[in-house]
C-alpha cells in the first residue's frame, strides 16, 4: 500500500484536477475525471501543498504549522494522501 517503505515517502506528490466550491459554498476536490469530492478547508490546503513536494517535506511543512505530535500527524497525513491518491486528486512519482 501507499507509504509504507521508506521509499515511498520519497516520492513526488503532485497535484491532479482543480478545486472548487458546491452551491452552498463546500470546497470541492474534481478529479481528471470530473468526480468531485466534498472535502472541508484543511484538506483544500493539504492539496495545495502537494504540488511537486516530497511526503516527507510534506510532513515537515504541516509540522511546522501544527501544534500536533509527530506520529500523530504522520498517520493523519498519509491516511489523507492514500484518500487523495485513492480519488485520483494527487498523482505519486519516484
Not at 504541516?62 to 505530535?69: N, P
Request: hydrophobic share 40%; charged share 35%.
Amino acid at each position: 500500500m501507499l507509504l509504507k517503505r521508506e521509499s515511498d515517502t520519497k516520492k513526488v506528490i503532485l497535484r491532479r484536477g482543480e478545486v472548487a466550491n458546491d452551491l452552498d459554498g463546500t470546497p470541492l476536490l474534481i478529479n481528471d475525471r470530473g468526480e468531485a469530492y466534498r472535502v472541508n478547508d484543511t484538506a483544500v490546503s493539504l492539496w495545495n501543498m502537494c504540488n511537486g513536494i516530497t511526503f516527507d517535506d510534506l510532513l515537515l511543512e504541516v509540522l511546522r504549522i501544527s501544534s500536533g505530535d509527530e506520529e500523530d500527524v504522520r498517520k493523519s497525513l498519509e491516511q489523507m494522501v492514500r484518500q487523495f491518491h485513492k480519488i485520483s486528486v494527487v498523482e505519486l512519482r519516484d
